[in-house]
């Protein structure tokens, strides 16, 4: 393995510091963090909730894929201008029986094989929830997500994990639930109040989508089934105050070699570029007809964010590659080619009444991911986006900036961590009383290669000043999603 940089990314990382932002923790620890670079804000009150995964290889095997490793949550709590950081393995049967074992006892869905080839892994179609996608928390419950299989429950000031929860009952046993949930801040049709709407999807030649809808005690207020036609490869969805909008992306799946061993269910899945992206709309009232759209073949992991005009379209922003960026068995992640690995654009795509096809604009072409906003704004016409992006405007390569983006005036504002640092997922905290769509802080956790240990930075949403700069004392792997409560977990001293 070389430190040279990626030609794409006109030398704004070295792959040697990129690689070592996935090296395992297998620490868990309690602290308060002593080392804060400028102050944290006074008025910045409340929990932030990270998972991904942090083991990424088990008794001395790589796992193939980074989506393969056990969840790891961590937590920071933050009052007064104080911080308290923890983090903890969610304690799931697979993770528990692995340590035990000291080696890989299950297939990965995305591309981790059990040791011994082919024969080992034949017929083998036992999936271990690994609860590393996504934290949740809602109705008193703080849950790890993974999309193929129940959340497991955890304690918020201990993350202690309770184990598997199926949500007083709504979920059989083994049954889906997407690590993509979205809350409706409110409207109309939910009386002013806020909800918590999920999906699920159980897929093969035709797929059952079911939506789910919580009030703020997390009870199921309302739940729905549509059955579509095909393969449905759906992780995220967008949603406005009547509409829940997924995209089907044009995905073939040919189970064949993961039932013969060859290659894992994520390895079987292939991009159809001659198919067109399906856009389906299904009304949030279960008695009105679900639409279907289309646009040109693309590939979508999250959306942004989605909105209804006063003359009956709809708008969806989301991030899209030009085809599903898939791991070919023989290569590990560790050996990606930026150059010619598909990479994340944000377009708008406008869906109009009685028009089969949606019109399609490009709002940004700096390779971006994971975006977010104020949450007063969801399902509404937005004005600003924040998004992890790349260091340079052109050209593939991994997330090293945070970018605002003004959809009114087109202005962008830039925060960057390169050449070393690597940026994670964003999230807009609201200052209390703030009124401004922009009032508040975007905080991210970030991997410092420089000290080989991660950082949560905490910088005005208006102008992307950093404020503060909290540094761990170890590193986090490179994670995937998490939410903020303002509600305090940490130590009462
Ligand atoms: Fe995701």
Not at 101 to 120: E, M, N, S
Not at 392 to 405: D, E, M, R, V
Not at 432 to 444: H, R, T, Y
Request: charged share 25%.
């Amino acid at each position: 393995m070389t430190a040279t940089a990626s030609s794409a990314s006109t030398e704004t990382f070295s792959r040697a510091d990129w690689l070592r932002g996935y090296e395992s923790q297998t620490e868990e620890r309690d602290y308060w963090i002593d080392d804060i670079e400028g102050e944290i804000p006074a008025e910045l009150e409340g929990t932030v909730f990270r998972n991904g995964p942090g083991l990424l290889e088990i008794g001395g095997q790589s796992l193939h894929h980074p989506f393969d490793g056990d969840g790891m949550i961590s937590a920071i709590a933050i009052r007064q201008g104080r911080a308290y950081f923890r983090n903890r393995y969610v304690r799931t049967e697979g993770f528990l029986a692995e340590q035990k074992a000291g080696k890989i006892l299950y297939r990965g869905v995305f591309g981790t094989q059990k040791p011994g080839g082919w024969l080992a892994n034949i017929f083998d179609l036992g999936l271990k929830n690994i609860a590393n996608t996504n934290i949740l928390y809602w109705g008193d419950r703080l849950l790890a997500l993974w999309e193929a299989a129940e959340p497991h429950r955890l304690d918020p000031q201990t993350l202690e994990t309770f184990g598997l929860d199926r949500l007083d009952g709504l979920l059989a046993d083994g049954d889906p639930f997407s690590a993509h949930p979205r809350i409706d801040p409110g409207s109309e049709r939910t009386g002013g109040q806020r909800r918590l709407v999920n999906f699920a999807v159980k897929t093969g030649p035709s797929s059952r989508i079911r939506l789910y809808e919580f009030d703020e005690s997390g009870r199921c207020v309302e739940q729905q089934e549509r059955v579509i036609p095909g393969f449905a490869f759906l992780h995220d969805f967008a949603l406005t105050p009547n509409y829940a909008i997924f995209f089907q992306n044009p995905i073939r799946f040919n189970p064949l070699p993961a039932l013969l061993g060859q290659r894992t269910a994520g390895q079987c899945l292939a991009s159809d570029r001659n198919k067109s992206t399906q856009i389906l709309v299904i009304p949030r009232d279960p008695k009105a007809p679900l639409q279907t759209f289309e646009t040109e073949s693309c590939f979508v992991f999250h959306h942004a964010n989605a909105f209804e005009t006063a003359d009956g379209a709809i708008v969806v922003d989301s991030v899209c590659y030009d085809e599903f960026p898939m791991l070919e068995p023989d290569r590990n992640f560790k050996e990606v080619d930026f150059d010619s690995y598909p990479r994340g654009e944000l377009f708008r795509f406008t869906l109009h009444p009685g028009q089969p096809r949606a019109e399609r604009k490009l709002l940004e072409s700096r390779t971006c991911e994971f975006p977010t906003q104020h949450p007063r704004t969801v399902g509404q016409d937005a004005r600003y986006y924040y998004i992890g992006a790349a260091a340079a405007p052109t050209g593939n390569a991994p997330l090293q900036s945070l970018l605002k983006i003004d959809l009114e005036t087109g202005d962008r504002k830039l925060w960057t961590v390169a050449p070393r640092g690597f940026i994670g997922e964003p999230l807009f905290v609201p200052r209390p009383g703030g009124i401004a769509e922009d009032d508040g802080w975007v905080l991210s956790l970030i991997y410092d290669a420089a000290r080989h240990s991660s950082a949560l930075v905490i910088l005005s949403a208006q102008t992307l000043e950093p404020l503060a700069r909290l540094n761990l004392k170890q590193h986090i792997p490179y994670g995937l999603h998490g939410c903020f409560t303002p509600q305090y977990f940490g130590p009462e001293d």
